[in-house]
């Protein structure tokens, strides 16, 4: 390194990103996790070791470029989602992190605009103010549902380029059913994403947004593989939508974005589908458990279709997440005041949750 330090503040970095911080939960090394939304379980020793095999025939080939189509891995996605879709209509990348920022890139940008519908994901403004979109967000209503005829008329006052509905929302937990995303695509002048990263932890027999793909092209439904399919460490997020869309993708992606091994990877665990699912169901009675226990502690609970739960409402919501962390137990601060996010674990790691939470109850009385 050179002698002089040289700090950020001496850089002629973009006006916009000064005072910045890196997003972020706290990544700590504490015996249970429950603050980023992860499937707990890791994969079976078999899955384990195909996956090795994977990236083992992957490095046969390092020396060349992966396919820069990932035509075998979006080939896969198709089947998985179903509802007759075909490789031309996904699209994959690192992440829906890096799937939502195709979509910004494409049809985001200088002059435009991105709406959304808050409290939600705390990303969504970091994906506009990297591709120069204009960011806007509309309250939803006091249970965090979406009003429709309130969303119509903020779509028709604001006539944003790309609309982004998150269901189950992040992190109140909050479905939007088609009651909802019908005005809401009727009335959107642009891109309308729907954002099903937890889709699969809603009740069966409720319908994805994958539905409505048919009648409305400018419809997007964003997914990834990082939730229920426990594949959060792969690093990988697709979308499903018109083959329009997915070209827009293609002209804006690095060459080359998803490395041989991620695609090798990937496509294992899509062949272990069910293996990789085999725990949703007893994560989505685990989160109903969590629910109807935190509303035992007396505590008020936001009704939730996703891996999660949000709880509160604390005067000292830190205080309360310091003291869980004390035992070992990490969850997140993060939505509306006072409120705090617990993921779904196992249940060891409910447990130690529920103890360490009702200590903290006991010695605020
Ligand atoms: N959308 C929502 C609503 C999320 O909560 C998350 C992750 N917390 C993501 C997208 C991004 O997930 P990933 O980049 O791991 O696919």
Redo the contacts with the bound molecule.
Sequence with gaps: MTNRAVGLADLPLRPELVGEEPYGAPQLDVPVCLN??ENPYAPSDRVRAEIAEGAARAAGGMNRYPDREATALRTRLAAYLGHGLRLENIWAAN????V?THLLQAFGGPDRSLLTFAPT?S?YPEYARNTHTRYLTEPREADFTIDPARAVAAIEQHRPDVVVI?TPN?PTGTATGFDVLRPILDAAPGIVVV?E??QEFVQPGVPSALELLPDHPRLVV?R????AFAF?GG?L?YLAAGEAVVDACRIVRLPYHLSAVTQAVACVALDNADEMMAHVAELRAGRDDMVDWLTAQGLPVVPTSANFVLFGAFADRHAVWAGLLSDGVLIRETGPAGMLRVSVGTPEEMAAFKTSLRRILDEEN
Excluded: F, I, L, Q
């Design positions: 980023v939304n992440g829906s992190n890096e939502m994901y990303m998150t992040n954002d990263a937890y964003s990834t593989m990082s939730k959060a690093r997020g």
